[in-house]
């Protein structure tokens, strides 16, 4: 199936500093893109959008990045906090609401 | 907020025998409904997308037979693992879409997900 990944890679940061998580979408045709948060145990927290029109959006302490050139996503988290740490996966839409995981980066926070 | 529900949110049942998870929209309703499944360290794989009042439309792979999904309201959707073995074992998730959304775009509403164990 699509998106199975073995083991999620993982990322760890000094609480504080800004993380940056990294995503390869595989539709070159996906036009819609969402970063999700999952802790363990729970089901997927939304954490922001982006349309294919667009190549950046901010939000409250998160920024994505969209490169539709490379098929690349990336989710920018500042001053990281010890309850950012969680399981991170991007998700691409192609034209409907059927959303297509990634294979997710485990984000370490070291106080 | 939309809240979505799951019951059980963990099940442990023998080799055999048949299990059912439900998937609810509390404060909206869902025309469609989407069942992921996850095995440990890995990524959400879509199952099957559960529409009311129709027959659910699985993903490459996935065997209708063995995961029964209805759709009988627009509130609930049920996922029912038939004749489950070990290598069924899981965490299985659900979303929803609020009704009268279209396009790709708008939010989609993840319950807090199930966790099989089959023994």
């Known amino acids: 199936g699509e998106n199975v990944g073995l083991h999620l890679p993982t990322l760890s940061v000094q609480e504080g500093d800004n993380s940056i998580i990294n995503c390869a979408y595989s539709n070159s045709a996906s036009d819609y893109f969402i970063w999700y948060k999952q802790e363990s145990g729970k089901g997927p927290q939304f954490i922001i959008d982006?349309?294919?029109?667009?190549d950046k959006r901010q939000g409250q302490r998160v920024t994505v990045l969209l490169n539709k050139t490379v098929k690349h996503l990336s989710l920018q988290i500042a001053a990281t906090q010890p309850g950012d740490s969680a399981v991170y996966f991007c998700?691409?839409?192609?034209?409907?609401?059927?959303?297509?995981f990634g294979a997710g980066t485990r984000l370490f926070v070291k106080a | 907020g939309a809240v979505v529900s799951q019951h059980p949110s963990w099940v442990i049942c023998k080799s055999g025998t048949s299990v059912k998870i439900e998937c609810r929209s509390l404060d909206f309703q869902a025309t469609t409904m989407f069942w992921y499944r996850q095995f440990p360290k890995q990524s959400l794989m879509l199952m099957a997308t559960s529409n009311e009042g129709s027959k659910a439309t699985y993903e490459q792979g996935v065997e209708k037979d063995k995961f029964l999904i209805n759709h009988a309201s627009l509130t609930l959707s049920t996922l029912t693992v038939t004749s489950a073995h070990p290598e069924d074992s899981s965490f299985y998730i659900c979303s929803a879409r609020l009704t009268g959304t279209s396009g790709s775009t708008g939010e989609l509403f993840f319950g807090e997900g199930s966790r099989l164990t089959v023994l």
């Open positions: 998700a691409e839409r192609t034209g409907g609401f059927k959303t297509i």
């Open positions: 982006i349309r294919s029109n667009m």
